[in-house]
């Protein structure tokens, strides 16, 4: 099976930008879903196919791909954003689904 | 509302095996397919396997292939993950999690997994 891969750690400043990417040949063809993970929860979906978002989850969150790497941008980062973000794709050749390492993201 | 609830933690002696169920409420049981990703502990999530709960189709990721049986019992809405000759690498956080899909504008298929159940520990230790 495929793998795909993330930064484990990415910080951003209060209010401020950031994007977190993950790259994986299966994302040529698949589109990622991203899940925001806290301590001590279940991961909750936060973005899915081509830029779309669960109800309930802020605007401030999108999604974009591009080749190989599939991305989530948070414009004004909030401190309830500090969390663990998993990117998944589903594998273009197995009947599986992948799971990227995960980036901490730390809100400063 | 969906729901997905687990049952409780196990603890389990190497070589033994475990069964975990996730009983499904607030939609249609047999209409989606359910994955099981499990979380070893200060790790990653890691997909497992998934079932269809209409027909019982299943797909096991390839490192569990022997080990895992996937089942399902359309009349609670309850899905079973079935794990055999456990060892200690197994200790990990179980989640039940809901197959979504869509084709876009393009009939390009995408999936995502929502919601979630709880979780579920199961520690294997001598």
Request: net charge neutral.
């Amino acid at each position: 099976s495929s793998e795909v891969t993330q930064d484990p750690t990415v910080s951003v400043a209060l209010g401020q930008t950031v994007k977190i990417t993950c790259q994986g040949d299966s994302l040529r063809s698949n589109y990622a879903s991203w899940y925001q993970q806290k301590a001590g929860q279940a991961p909750v979906v936060v973005m899915y196919g081509k830029n779309k978002r669960p109800s309930g989850i802020p605007d401030r969150f999108s999604g974009s791909a591009l080749g190989n790497t599939a991305s989530l941008t948070i414009i004004g980062a909030q401190a309830e954003d500090e969390a663990d973000y998993y990117c998944n794709s589903r594998d273009s050749g197995d009947n599986e689904w992948v799971f990227g390492g995960g980036t901490k993201l730390t809100v400063l | 509302q969906m729901q997905l609830v687990q049952s409780g933690a196990e603890v389990k002696k190497p070589g033994a095996s475990v069964k975990i169920s996730c009983k499904a409420s607030g939609y249609s049981f047999t209409s989606h397919w359910m994955h099981w990703v499990r979380q070893a502990p200060g790790q990653g999530l890691e997909w497992v396997g998934i079932i269809n709960a209409g027909d019982g189709t299943t797909e096991y990721a390839q490192k569990f292939q022997g080990r895992i049986t996937l089942t399902r019992d359309t009349s609670t809405g309850t899905v079973y993950m079935d794990l055999i000759s456990l060892r200690s690498e197994d200790t990990a956080v179980y989640y039940c999690a809901r197959d979504q899909s869509q084709l876009d504008t393009a009939m390009i298929l995408y999936w995502w997994f929502a919601p979630w159940g709880q979780g579920t520990l199961v520690t294997v230790s001598s």
